[in-house]
């Protein structure tokens, strides 16, 4: 599933249903049950998604997996304050140290995104991926549109974090922090998915510019309506 469907999805399993749990099981189940299961629901979803439903395991695949398991571990650690808010905000800052240690590292992961999309299934594919990939013009937009997926996550943390320390004040095991945390949650849970989406987009759109400049043209098509690999073999980029 992919597009608007996986997109709705991701904010009914990861926004709503742990809002209606927080809202509505908080005085059945007693608030700190409500909120670990709040707090499972999108772990739960995003590993059965990689593991059952999906299977397709790469490095992006493991990140978000690892995150996930990360989160659910944290789901017991039972804070509330700052300690909550930098708990709220953990995957953020994980996300941030990955994407600028990739570019400490020259192995900007914004290539992972891209070998996943153009999915080389040959070594002949594999080796001419790297050769684009290892183009100036390209290389460069690897190392920028990495760099922006980071500074978006760490907009996103600082911004997570000042949020939550100033509306979810109540302490951990009350009815009211259950409360408060679901509106957080309402604001983060949604927003936040739908501006990943957006700069994703953005990201793409940037690098998928810079690889089609340096790739010839197909006459009378644009590039996005030509087949990718033909275009590589034309640009001499594929060796057959």
């Given amino acids: 599933m992919r597009g608007t469907p996986k997109l709705i999805l991701d904010i009914v399993m990861g926004a709503i249903v742990p809002l209606l749990i927080l809202n509505n099981l908080t005085r059945v189940v007693g608030a700190p049950v409500a909120y670990v299961w709040a707090a499972l629901v999108p772990v739960a979803y995003i590993l059965l998604d990689t593991f059952i439903f999906s299977r397709r395991f790469n490095a992006i695949t493991t990140y978000v997996a690892l995150s996930a398991i990360a989160q659910g571990a944290l789901a017991f650690w039972f804070v509330d304050g700052w ?21 400490v590292l020259r192995k900007p992961m914004m290539r992972f995104f891209a070998e996943q999309v153009f999915q080389p299934d040959t070594p002949a594919k594999a080796q001419a991926l790297h050769r684009l990939f290892a183009q100036p013009a390209v290389w460069r937009s690897l190392l920028q ?21 100033s509306l979810v004040t109540a302490p951990f095991g009350s009815d009211q922090f259950n409360f408060q945390v679901g509106q957080v949650n309402a604001i983060t849970r949604v927003a936040f998915v739908v501006l990943n989406f957006g700069v994703f987009a953005v990201a793409f759109y940037l690098l998928y510019r810079s690889i089609f400049n340096v790739l010839p043209v197909e006459e009378g098509k644009s590039p996005f309506d030509s087949d990718f690999w033909v275009l590589m073999e034309r640009g001499g980029l594929l060796k057959t």
Avoid: E, H, M, P
């Fill in 83 to 103: 300690r909550y808010a930098l708990k709220d905000t953990a995957g953020l800052i994980l996300g941030a140290l990955i994407f600028f240690g990739s570019l």
């Fill in 145 to 165: 549109t990495t760099a922006i997926l980071g500074a978006q996550n760490v907009l996103l943390g600082a911004f997570n974090f000042i949020l939550n320390v």
